[in-house]
């Protein structure tokens, strides 16, 4: 709270106490010494600002925390924007930059003078197009203005090549000219954009995804291409799995999960008390929050990380683009790590209850403007 609070005044401007009021936090200045060049600053609070930071503090351990920041933040006034994933932005920037071994692949694909990395987050994309692409012009887009902040004190701090920017991926024409990108790059945004933007009214709509693709497509060069890694469901969708819990705090975890999911209605019924029957996109959706434990629960629940399945994906794409497009690469599969961390929590089995791999997890796709 004083860190976000002081951020917007200058030194002197604290020195002399010329800071904005706000209702529910206020700053006292007393000179620490005769030639005024060293100040005390205490910090009051309102009762009812005093209450949340207490409450705050008690729900540190707890699945409510990162609600409970986000409500303190937007008490007290200062939360930047709607688009803040969560109550430390430098925590989710730093689970992006652990994704960087997922990505070296997209770098392969990636072709031109100009790249652009949609949704750009901790910089790991930005790094590993830098570097292999010595030669380009790399920037990094992100709705959120404490990831761009966040990306430009990296910049400096590290004297990196890349540049970035505030700007709209539902509108990239706004900041991009008309045939003028040779690559652009989504690495798992778009299951966020599905989730997080309210497109013609409301959340979770596939046309977002859908625009996200037309706006990219049309700042992109003959030759240019979009290249795509993000969340996949499987098909056929009307399977069925049985899911059994070999923790004893799983079953809660999952009637949680089912309470607490924004994507959509869960189906299932309970077969027992350590076992769920439920189709295999529910499960899947489930498994890969699951993996990712409390810390990141609060977060994750608000995601739906797949929303077309194979089929969908190539149909969307075929009628979006038609044969001014062609698809150069589409491969789904499970992302390394999944199994390690799920396989000693859960028991995955078709409706014969004979034991099954993990749904894939994850698409890759790269599509060339003919």
Not at 137 to 145: F, P, Q
Request: glycine residues 6%; proline residues 4%; contains cysteine.
């Amino acid at each position: 709270m004083i860190e976000s609070y002081l951020r917007d005044f200058t030194l002197k401007e604290v020195m002399r106490g010329d800071v904005a009021k706000n209702e529910h936090v206020s700053l006292s200045v007393t000179p620490d010494n005769p030639k005024g060049d060293m100040v005390s600053v205490r910090f009051t609070y309102s009762k009812a600002g005093e209450k949340l930071i207490e409450f705050c503090q008690e729900a540190e351990k707890s699945p409510l925390y990162e609600r409970a920041i986000l409500l303190l933040y937007d008490f007290f006034g200062f939360r930047k924007d709607a688009y803040d994933r969560l109550q430390n932005e430098k925590t989710y920037l730093t689970d992006m930059n652990n994704s960087q071994e997922f990505k070296r692949v997209i770098s392969e694909y990636a072709v031109g003078d100009l790249m652009v990395d949609v949704g750009a987050g901790g910089g790991v994309m930005l790094d590993i197009l830098s570097e292999d692409h010595p030669h380009a012009t790399v920037i990094g887009i992100d709705v959120s203005i404490n990831v761009i902040e966040e990306l430009n004190r990296r910049k400096f701090k590290e004297n990196k090549p890349w540049l970035v920017k505030q700007a709209d991926a539902l509108n990239l024409q706004k900041d991009f000219g008309v045939n003028s990108v040779d690559t652009i790059v989504f690495s798992s945004i778009l299951h966020e954009l599905y989730s997080y933007i309210p497109y013609q009214g409301k959340k979770f709509n596939k046309d977002v995804v859908i625009q996200a693709l037309k706006s990219a497509f049309e700042v992109l060069r003959p030759g240019g291409r979009i290249i795509i890694r993000d969340g996949i469901m499987t098909e056929p969708k009307e399977e069925i799995r049985l899911l059994e819990f070999l923790t004893p705090d799983g079953m809660d975890f999952f009637k949680r999960y089912v309470q607490d999911f924004k994507g959509r209605q869960i189906q299932y019924e309970q077969i027992n008390s350590r076992m769920v029957k439920l189709p295999v996109n529910d499960l899947r959706e489930f498994c890969y929050t699951y993996t990712w434990g409390e810390e990141a629960y609060p977060h994750e629940v608000q995601e739906q990380f797949g929303y077309f399945t194979p089929s969908e994906y190539k149909q969307v794409i075929e009628e979006t683009f038609g044969e001014q497009a062609t698809i150069l690469q589409f491969s789904h599969y499970l992302q390394d790590g999944y199994e390690e961390h799920l396989l000693p929590k859960v028991r995955v089995m078709n409706e014969k209850g004979e034991d099954v791999r993990l749904p894939d997890s994850t698409c890759f796709i790269v599509i060339e403007k003919n």
